[in-house]
């Protein structure tokens, strides 16, 4: 079965660092890109980089960039969202996805949609 | 940067009802469109992927149509299990593959 089983809940305090974490099970998690995504309480969804675990390519949303870093560790099929500082404004449910892709004998092709996701990891930054 | 609008941001309805929701792009993003459906405390789950293909294992009753900078999201006869809150996401503009707002549907 295909998963992304994310770390449990943390509370921080402002100034702290964080890392959480995104296990991919069941396929090949250095031929799928891996998406961050943000929900605040109550709020929509907001897109926050992506990542392939294949060689750690990284690209970031505007909005998220020089905010968090995305990295991931091939040997144990694993993606990571840090902060090196959280602030109180970090709360929020953060969800990891796979970006679906179609693949046959000779080549796989990307198509637009997040397939697979994570349980969800939520942070509370407080003081 | 790309800007999805959905339309409604919230809709009543009824069991058996059809419903539409609409996404309108900023700019043109050919069929590169996703739609979710998200459930109270729940990850959301990828239903449309090109704007128009089926997720596999998704009811027939949900479809997408559109491409460029109009997209639209239908429930052909809703269920009860269909209330739940509907995001449309584009991903033409790499790296940023933005989300609409959001359609909560009660």
């Known amino acids: 079965e295909v998963q992304l089983v994310q770390s449990g809940a943390d509370v921080k305090k402002p100034g702290e660092s964080l890392k959480i974490s995104c296990k991919a099970s069941?396929?090949?998690?250095?031929?799928?890109?891996i998406g961050w995504v943000r929900q605040m309480p109550g709020k929509g969804l907001e897109w926050m980089g992506i990542?392939?675990?294949?060689?750690?390519?990284?690209a970031y949303s505007p909005s998220f960039q020089g905010q968090v870093t995305i990295s991931a560790d091939k040997s144990i099929s694993t993606a990571y969202l840090q902060w090196s500082s959280l602030k109180a404004s970090d709360s929020a449910m953060y969800y990891c996805a796979r970006h679906g892709r179609h693949c046959n004998i000779s080549t796989c092709l990307d198509y637009n949609g997040m397939d697979v996701w994570g349980q969800g990891t939520t942070v509370l930054v407080s003081s | 940067a790309i800007q999805l609008t959905q339309s409604p941001s919230s809709l009543s309805a009824s069991v058996g009802d059809r419903v539409t929701i609409t996404c309108r792009v900023n700019q043109g993003i050919s069929s590169d469109l996703a739609w979710y459906q998200q459930k109270p405390g729940k990850p959301p789950k990828l239903l449309i992927y090109d704007a128009s293909t089926l997720e596999t294992g998704v009811p027939s009753r949900f479809s997408g149509s559109g491409s460029g900078t109009e997209f639209t999201f239908t429930i052909s006869s809703l269920q009860p299990e269909d209330f739940a809150t509907y995001y449309c996401?584009?991903?033409?503009?790499?790296?940023?593959?933005?989300f609409g707002q959001g359609t909560k549907l009660e």
């Open positions: 069941g396929y090949r998690f250095t031929s799928y890109w």
């Open positions: 990542i392939w675990p294949g060689d750690s390519d990284t």
């Open positions: 996401q584009q991903f033409n503009s790499y790296p940023h593959y933005s």
